[in-house]
């Protein structure tokens, strides 16, 4: 089915959130302003690696308007965050390992007395060497960033017997690829604000992906028990992985408590851009072998990744790619190695693919390439390689069924993109080609971390039933996926459902808003805590209108005569909360962990969803430019729920993996960014977006099927770079091997000149 407003019926819903948003009326967590509340500010290094000689905050003490001045000094707990592992000061005191490391931080009456006290700080450092790349941390000799050395991860996995694949391979392709060190671009800049209430609890409101791991980082930092903070987390203006660590959270922490007043604090765009997450730069050289009749029998694998300053999600984000090697294909002798290298280059982590389109980058360029090698058509040779439903992933772990790649490969060879003009255009100025990529996504956080779930459901004083969800809206529609499944779930109307989310307070532990794992967790805690309300609610109202629960049914607006088909309300939810006591309203709640594969000698994935991408291009023969003219995406990751939201997340990540592709990349020279802002950070606009966009799903899953629908918010980036860099092969018989893709190594390709 291609998914459309005309096509969708009932399954096309706004936004609950949407209209406040559009119309600029919803209060962001960095929107909050309250009379006497003081601006925050934090000190960064400024320079990428130097040990810390002295720190003199007196100056700043001593002006005019400043409130409190924080330091390392005022850190009662354990001065180290990380989600893996925990190497990143909250305040640096001994050592600062990249420009944007946090020093020091000040609360000010105003912004510009924050900014001047800022200055006021003055710190002496003792320079050290720059490690600017993982190739150079890892040479001997190297400048440590880290004590322990600058090998902060390493990884093998094997299958079957390497050499005796590549013994009896009819071809065999090699080739390194190198992909961008991405930045996230979100419209909000990491910020929010932060207090203490009257009983003592301290309150941080900040933008964020789990709000009860960073309430745990939290407490470990400050030397404070969990249940005396509070972590509001959303809404946030958007994440895509780069605010699932802290980031300003431990000042914003700091100040509130030493000042006892309410602080706010948002980093400026050039702060963010020095200070914020990255996706990992990586260097993948993949060897992949063939045998005659086309059918893959080896590939080798070398990773080297940039984690930057500290581990942040870099050992995951690699251990995810060597996991996705293979993609959906069935290899029977694989060998990959994988190196994360601590540089002084920023900080890197998740972002949306998590590794998956890194390396499916590199193993969608090898199939094209092997394909052409073997005289094949690319579509045959992929589906000469396709792993069959209920067969064992590469690392031996079991694979949930979803597959369905046979139908969703003849799906996309039978795509209209296939039958548009290719070739040179009529100007002759352009060349045109079409290329594929097939993508395999993984939803949850693995076998090995914890990945809790859960939810409860309530019916509240005022009638309405809160869905309560420690999830995060981060701008992915999650609360238009909470109304929709809970309300299909329980039988009470959208309207009927408020959901409660991203506050440590008011919601259960759900787990991170990462890694496609939010729709299963919804979609669990809809199918199993709605029968449990709707025994409540039916056993609550047959009380008050004494009769026997088993005639009523729960419908919009409240309760009905069960096989009624007037639809006229017994009692409606409001009047149902007012006649009970406080105490007893109806409620359920579920906790689970998301399902795990059986795999524990590394990190592997029980779901995963499916795609495959076609794109369109065309090549600039006189300036080695590439435009994207169509993108078309089809999908097999179970039934749609929200056909609009659905829709939205395909196309954004197109074009977020365009932009990794063509323009994004956040260069340094010697620890320092070259780009301050986004005038200098080319992202794809409205006028680059492909003039036409097409997405395709394939909704049926197994018939014993157990995980209902797949998340799919990180599927459409996974094979967009390999499409367009398989349709700029096409075009003009050169495989880009470096993302984003260099125009003077186009106009290399074609000669120099048209």
């Known amino acids: 089915m291609r998914l459309g407003r005309a096509a969708s019926g009932e399954r096309w819903h706004v936004r ?31 320079i990428p690696h130097a040990r810390i000689v002295h720190i003199d905050t007196s100056r700043a003490e001593a002006l005019a308007g400043v409130v409190a001045v924080v330091t ?65 941390a890892l040479a001997p000799g190297a400048e440590a960033v880290h004590a322990a050395g600058n090998l902060q991860r390493e990884l093998r996995f094997a299958r079957g017997d390497i050499m005796a694949g590549f013994a009896g391979a009819a071809h065999v392709v090699e080739a390194t690829y190198e992909t961008p060190r991405q930045m996230h671009g979100f419209m909000e800049t990491e910020g929010g604000h932060a207090f203490v209430d009257a009983d003592g609890t301290l309150n941080v409101c900040a933008g964020g992906q789990h709000g009860r791991r ?75 072998g063939c045998d005659a009749n086309g059918h893959i029998v080896a590939q080798q694998v070398d990773l080297l990744a940039d984690a930057g300053a500290y581990a942040s999600l870099s050992p995951g984000v690699m251990e995810t790619a060597l996991e996705h090697a293979c993609g959906p294909y069935d290899v029977p002798n694989v060998l990959s190695h994988g190196r994360l290298a601590y540089t ?30 073997c005289g094949l058509d690319p579509i045959e040779f992929r589906a000469r390689n396709l792993r069959k439903a209920g067969t064992r992933g590469y690392l031996g772990q079991t694979v949930a069924s979803t597959e369905r790649l046979d139908e969703m490969l003849a799906a996309a060879a039978a795509d209209p993109i296939w039958n548009r003009p290719r070739g040179l255009t009529p100007d002759g100025t352009e060349i045109i080609g079409v290329g594929m990529g097939m993508n395999y996504q993984g939803n949850g956080l693995g076998t090995l971390p914890p990945d809790p779930g859960g939810g409860t459901l309530r019916l509240a004083p005022d009638g309405m039933i809160e869905a309560a969800l420690g999830l995060d809206e981060i701008g992915q529609g999650l609360h238009a996926a909470i109304r929709n499944t809970v309300a299909a779930e329980l039988g009470c109307g959208h309207g009927d459902i408020r959901p409660v989310t991203g506050d440590t307070a008011a919601a259960p532990e759900s787990g991170s808003t990462t890694a496609s794992r939010g729709t299963y967790v919804v979609w669990r805690v809809a199918k199993e805590a709605a029968p449990c309300l709707a025994d409540e609610l039916t056993s609550a109202a047959a009380r008050i209108l004494d009769r026997s629960a088993q005639t009523l049914v729960v419908v919009p607006g409240g309760l009905a005569e069960r096989g009624s088909n007037s639809g006229a309300l017994l009692i409606s939810f409001a009047e149902l909360a007012r006649a009970l006591a406080p105490d007893g309203l109806p409620h359920a709640g579920v906790a689970f962990e998301f399902p795990k594969s059986d795999y524990f000698e590394g990190n592997a994935r029980l779901i995963f969803a499916f795609g495959a991408t076609l794109a369109r291009v065309a090549v600039d023969r006189v300036t080695g430019q590439v435009r994207v003219l169509d993108i078309s995406q089809h999908t097999a990751a179970g039934p749609v729920l929200d056909h609009a939201a659905y829709l939205g997340q395909i196309e954004g990540a197109s074009v977020q993996g365009q932009g990794f592709t063509i323009t994004e990349n956040a260069v340094l020279q010697h620890g320092l960014y070259l780009t301050e802002n986004l005038d200098t950070y080319i992202m794809p606009s409205i006028q680059d977006a492909p003039r036409s966009m097409a997405v395709f799903a394939l909704e049926g899953l197994e018939a014993d099927d157990r995980f209902g629908p797949r998340g799919i918010g990180e599927l459409g980036i996974g094979a967009v770079t390999p499409a367009i860099a398989n349709a700029v092969a096409d075009a003009i018989g050169y495989w880009p091997e470096q993302a984003p893709i260099d125009p003077e190594r186009i106009l290399g390709a074609l000669g120099g000149s048209p």
Do not use: W
Request: proline fraction near 4%.
């Open 16 to 46: 609950p959130d949407g209209p406040a948003k559009i119309a600029g009326r919803l209060t962001y967590l960095t929107d909050v302003r309250d009379e006497d509340m003081l601006v925050g500010r934090i000190l960064r290094a400024g």
């Open 214 to 288: 960073d309430q745990m980082q939290l407490a470990r930092i400050l030397g404070m028990p969990e249940e005396r903070i509070r972590v509001v987390s959303s809404p946030t203006g958007g994440a895509f992985g780069g605010k699932d660590e802290l980031t300003v959270q431990p000042a914003l922490a700091l100040l509130a408590l030493k000042t006892g007043r309410r602080v706010r604090l948002q980093l400026e765009r050039f702060e963010s851009v020095a200070a914020g997450t990255k996706s990992n730069p990586m260097r993948i050289r993949m060897r992949t």
């Open 344 to 373: 002084n280059n920023g900080t890197c982590g998740a972002l949306r693919g998590f590794g998956c389109n890194q390396m499916s980058y590199a193993l969608e360029c090898q199939v094209e390439r092997l394909a052409v090698a």
């Open 72 to 136: 390392h000094r005022d850190i009662k707990g354990s001065n180290g965050f990380g989600i893996v592992v925990q190497d990143q000061p909250a305040m640096c005191f001994d050592k600062v390992r990249y420009v944007g490391d946090a020093v020091a931080a000040v609360a000010a009456v105003d912004a510009a007395t924050a900014a001047r006290a800022i200055d006021l700080i003055r710190v002496r450092y003792e320079p050290l060497p720059v490690v600017s790349g993982a190739e150079a």
